[in-house]
């Protein structure tokens, strides 16, 4: 089968390769400001826990830092660099070591330790917090607590405290950012917090503020975002998930005996292609059956691309739906009822808790249900535990 997956699917996202394997929901994006580094977005919607960097780890000793953050503090404000001893005993920048980042010190600043965290080509910028449990992927600004609630005015919300740090909530319009304020108040982080065990806990504390959280909405004339229609069945186990998948508009490729596996993507999610890549020689051989389901959630990302190359595909028959996301045939005037087909693919995602794309779902050989949200590490070993 001739594989030839359009190139721009293909452009790894900065943020997903520090965060997940997986291209996320996402939230509001952030407010922008200028800084010397691209950091993530500061709110990503996902599943459980997840590594903030991929590989095996190393801890750098003290060193000078690169030229691109020797604006991020004054020296006059920093302490003596830790050794790498000091910084792995920090169980939240153990956590990003033994991951896969090499760290360096930057310094003691408003009471937080500051590390840069590389890892290849990607930099990012951690502040620890005063018990060492959590890290904010942030820089630090020159604004303090008060300054910022001059600017924020009745756009600022404070929510509750995480690891002995406050946060401030900021709405500027449909987007918002959360800062987290140094001790003593003299600085705020715009930013993420994770915890030691990779959790983001930014995405916990604003959950329950409206706007905050994308959600699909059905039978409307939008295909994301608004409210949820309360019609559409949640489900809560796997034993269903299957029936959910089998009632989109997907398509089809592989012997028709075969095992088969199902994979919600996004047409432009690089995470998706890659795993389409890894499947083709097990559905050359036979040993699977593949059901693609087109889903649109980067748009974001890509300015609407992933819902046309979305409503593209699903407008396709069963058997050429696949090869032409693979030869890059997503383009044009979809067909009538392409909408429609792709609402309710949005709905079957809403059903499963959806939380990014490649989610992948197959019947076991024991007869009960998988499901992976992500990547899968040994892509042998999950066709391997596909039953009939």
């Not at 200028?34 to 991929?54: F, K, N, Q």
């Not at 083709?280 to 974001?300: T, W």
């Not at 087909?341 to 794309?357: D, R």
Request: glycine share 10%; aromatic share 4%.
């Amino acid at each position: 089968m001739r594989i030839d997956l359009l190139a721009t699917a293909m452009i790894l996202f900065p943020a997903a390769a520090f965060a997940q394997s997986h291209c996320a929901l996402q939230a509001p994006l952030r407010m922008t400001a200028e800084m010397p580094i691209r950091l993530l977005p500061p709110i990503t919607v996902g599943g459980g826990a997840v590594p903030l960097l991929p590989a095996a780890a190393t801890i750098a000793g003290p060193s000078e830092p690169p030229p691109s953050l020797s604006r991020i503090r004054p020296t006059a404000s920093r302490t003596v660099s830790q050794t790498a001893a000091d910084l792995n005993a920090i169980p939240a920048l153990a956590h990003i070591a033994a991951a896969g980042a090499t760290l360096s010190d930057l310094g003691l600043s408003h009471g937080l330790r500051t590390v840069c965290a590389r890892h290849g080509a990607q930099v990012m910028v951690f502040e620890a917090s005063p018990d060492g449990q959590a890290a904010i992927a942030g820089l630090m600004t020159d604004l303090s607590v008060d300054q910022l609630r001059s600017i924020g005015g009745e756009d600022l919300t404070e929510l509750p405290p995480q690891h002995g740090l406050r946060a401030l909530f900021l709405h500027n319009g449909s987007q918002f950012q959360v800062f987290y304020a140094s001790p003593d108040n003299e600085r705020v982080i715009p930013g993420v917090m994770w915890d030691a065990a990779g959790k983001d806990l930014t995405r916990d504390q604003v959950a329950a503020i409206p706007g905050t959280t994308p959600t699909v909405a059905i039978g409307t004339d939008s295909i994301a975002g608004g409210a949820r229609d309360t019609s559409v069945d949640q489900v809560a186990d796997n034993a269903n998930l299957i029936v959910v998948a089998r009632n989109t508009t997907h398509g089809s490729v592989g012997d028709p005996s075969a095992p088969e596996l199902w994979m919600f993507v996004d047409p432009q999610c690089s995470f998706s292609v890659r795993t389409m890549q890894q499947l083709v020689p097990f559905i050359a051989a036979g040993k699977v059956r593949l059901n693609v389901i087109p889903l649109s959630i980067l748009d974001r990302e890509d300015d609407g691309m992933s819902t046309r190359s979305a409503l593209n595909l699903v407008g396709k028959a069963s058997d050429q739906l696949i090869a032409a996301w693979e030869t890059g045939q997503t383009t044009g005037s979809p067909a009538t009822d392409a909408k429609g087909k792709l609402q309710m693919n949005m709905a079957a995602a809403a059903a499963i808790h959806l939380q990014g794309t490649p989610t992948l779902i197959w019947r076991k050989s024991d007869g009960s249900v998988g499901r992976l949200d992500g990547m899968p590490p040994d892509m042998g070993g999950l066709v391997a535990s596909i039953g009939g």
